[in-house]
């Protein structure tokens, strides 16, 4: 009796040691899922929030001659205006990048107002003699799409200030809130991620004009936190429902070669995101 006791105990012991480390594994994939859509929710291809911070960075770039604020932005097209009672600019954005049918695609509108601000804060009609520049945008949409899934923001709104115009680097700071639902798609089955997130760009620094400057040169610490329900169907398994709550924190150090990523610290993991196309390095599907 005392053997078959003991080996029931080891059996009770072994059952829970299995279910601890599904249960880690799980956590796991939940947080490598949520770093995921963090990482699309900020590259600069897929509209996300540094291309929101680029696209107010190039508001203190000088203007091109024969153009008052060119859309530096590739594949975008904007219609402006511009009310002389207030010194605000209402643009309308409309933006396609890649192939519809390639490894990455993505569409997106921006409604963003901006005004240009002398040092003692009142209004200027352009760039010239402005200290800064304060950059709201009002709503947004997109769709994105990797080899990894599909990111569709559904809502956005942002409330940035670019200064230190006239420097190689500008600096902009403020807050981003995005709303979106992210499907991925990979050996561990289908998940949709729908999520609210919150960001503030702490010292972001980056070059005026072209986007694409930015791989190379994006600067500083973007903050916040990501509240999503994940829900996910493995392959021969039962759909399950996870809530995630997860503070983060993103850095850009450079890669080795010159052009920076974006580290995403998560739930204590540190992951690194392409800045431009958001894909993961290393992270298993």
């Known amino acids: 009796m005392p053997r ?30 949520a ?23 190039s508001l203190a770039a000088p203007p091109e001659a024969g153009a008052r604020h060119p859309d530096p932005r590739p594949g975008c097209q904007a219609e402006r205006t511009y009310d002389e009672a207030t010194g605000v600019w209402t ?5 396609e990048r890649g192939d519809p049918d390639g490894r990455f695609y993505a569409t997106f509108e921006r409604t963003t107002t901006y005004r240009f601000l002398d040092a003692d804060g009142q209004p200027l009609p352009g760039r010239e003699g402005a200290a800064s520049v304060e950059v709201d945008v009002l709503s947004g949409s997109s769709l994105f799409r990797s080899p990894r899934g599909v990111h569709a923001l559904d809502a956005l709104t942002s409330d940035l ?19 979106a639902s992210d499907t991925l798609r990979g050996r561990r089955g289908v998940r949709t991620l729908d999520y609210e997130l919150d960001a503030t760009l702490d010292g972001v620094q980056g070059p005026p004009g072209v986007t694409r400057r930015w ?4 600067a500083g610490t973007v903050s916040g936190t990501l509240v999503a329900t994940l829900t996910r169907t493995p392959r021969g398994g039962e ?19 010159g052009d920076r990523v974006a580290e995403i ?3 204590g993991r540190r992951y690194r995101a392409d800045v431009e196309t958001g894909e993961i390095a290393g992270l298993s599907d």
Do not use: K, M, W, Y
Not at 35 to 57: M, R
Not at 91 to 95: L, N, R
Not at 242 to 254: G, L, S, Y
């Open 161 to 179: 200030t670019v200064t230190d115009l006239g420097q190689d680097l500008v600096t902009v700071a403020g807050t981003v809130q995005r709303a």
């Open 265 to 267: 610290v998560l739930g």
């Open 35 to 57: 770093a995921t859509a963090i990482a699309s929710a900020v590259a600069l291809d897929a509209g996300g929030l540094l291309e929101e911070a680029a696209s107010a960075a």
């Open 239 to 257: 759909t399950e429902t996870v809530e995630i709550d997860q503070a983060f924190t993103i850095t850009f150090p450079t890669d080795g070669r």
């Open 215 to 218: 791989r190379r040169a994006v």
């Open 4 to 33: 078959l006791l003991a080996l029931g105990a080891l059996a009770l012991a072994l059952a829970a040691c299995d279910a601890a480390e599904t249960d880690a594994a799980l956590a796991t994939a939940a947080l490598d899922d």
């Open 91 to 95: 643009a309308v954005a409309d933006c």
